[in-house]
């Protein structure tokens, strides 16, 4: 269990993203394996937007000065609405049926 920097929820390791300061920009940390202190946030624009909100980034990567979060509002994918919700722990997004090109995703027996 970890705890989103921008909801401060707690989730499991496996729905939030580890991000790590590098060369004054927080960066994705996709394969969790960059040297360095990190920090977790859920996947989601609003919690990117309340970790930005109340500078989360650089207090939990005990970082000097403001830190660039483009690459991670990028792969969160920033558009102006949220793209996901927080979901029950323990399930994933896309598992209740969710539509993928239109069509609504059918489970096998």
Same mark, same amino acid.
């Given at each position: 269990? $970890?705890? +989103?920097? %921008?909801?401060?929820?707690?989730?499991?390791?496996?729905?939030?993203?580890?991000?790590?300061?590098?060369? %004054?920009?927080?960066?994705?940390?996709?394969?969790?394996?960059? !040297?360095?202190?990190?920090?977790?946030? @859920? !996947?989601?624009?609003? +919690?990117?937007?309340?970790?930005?909100?109340?500078?989360?980034?650089?207090?939990?990567?005990?970082?000097?000065?403001?830190?660039?979060?483009?690459?991670?509002?990028? @792969?969160?994918?920033?558009?102006?609405?949220? $793209?996901?919700? @927080? @979901?029950?722990?323990?399930?994933?997004? %896309?598992?209740?049926?969710?539509?993928?090109? %239109?069509?609504?995703?059918?489970?096998?027996?």
């Amino acid at each position: 269990m $970890r705890t +989103c920097v %921008g909801c401060k929820r707690r989730a499991l390791i496996g729905e939030l993203l580890r991000v790590v300061a590098v060369a %004054g920009r927080v960066v994705v940390d996709e394969r969790r394996r960059l !040297p360095g202190r990190g920090a977790w946030l @859920h !996947p989601d624009p609003d +919690c990117l937007a309340k970790a930005e909100r109340r500078r989360a980034f650089p207090r939990a990567l005990r970082a000097q000065g403001a830190l660039d979060a483009r690459e991670v509002r990028e @792969h969160v994918g920033c558009t102006g609405a949220p $793209r996901t919700t @927080h @979901h029950e722990p323990g399930t994933s997004p %896309g598992s209740r049926g969710s539509k993928e090109a %239109g069509r609504p995703v059918m489970s096998q027996p």
